[in-house]
């Protein structure tokens, strides 16, 4: 089974950037994405993205924000996130899953088995 592992979040004040990894044992073809979970609330799907097109889709409440990306050469998966908000500070998670019947990937926190252990982002006011 395919591990991932999270890196790259830390603490930075309102309207920071940062770009967080997942970088994957094996290489995949899976549908991979980025979710979070601020304290007291339930898991958010943010991004997904299918390997092995490219295309990707996002959440509402990040789009034009939050950008994914990947690097097939890495087997590793960015999430580049600008003009932060206090309200995005969560622990941030990545997750890797086979796509659909019809292959396409959503940011749907049920649909994903295999998860890494995440990093936290705060954001300061």
């Known amino acids: 089974q395919v591990q991932l592992v999270e890196s790259g979040g830390g603490s930075v004040q309102t309207g920071g950037s940062l770009r967080l990894s997942c970088t994957a044992s094996t290489s995949t073809r899976n549908c991979m994405g980025w979710f979070r979970q601020a304290p007291g609330k339930g898991r958010e799907g943010l991004a997904v993205i299918f390997t092995r097109r490219g295309d990707a889709m996002y959440a509402d409440s990040v789009e034009g924000r939050f950008t994914i990306s990947q690097d097939n050469a890495k087997s590793t998966v960015y999430l580049q996130m600008n003009s932060l908000k206090p309200e995005d500070t969560a622990m941030y998670y990545c997750?890797?899953?086979?796509?659909?019947?019809?292959?396409?990937?959503?940011?749907?926190?049920?649909?994903?088995?295999?998860w890494g252990q995440g990093t936290q982002v705060t954001v300061s006011s």
């Open positions: 997750a890797s899953e086979p796509p659909s019947g019809d292959g396409y990937c959503f940011p749907v926190v049920s649909a994903y088995t295999v």
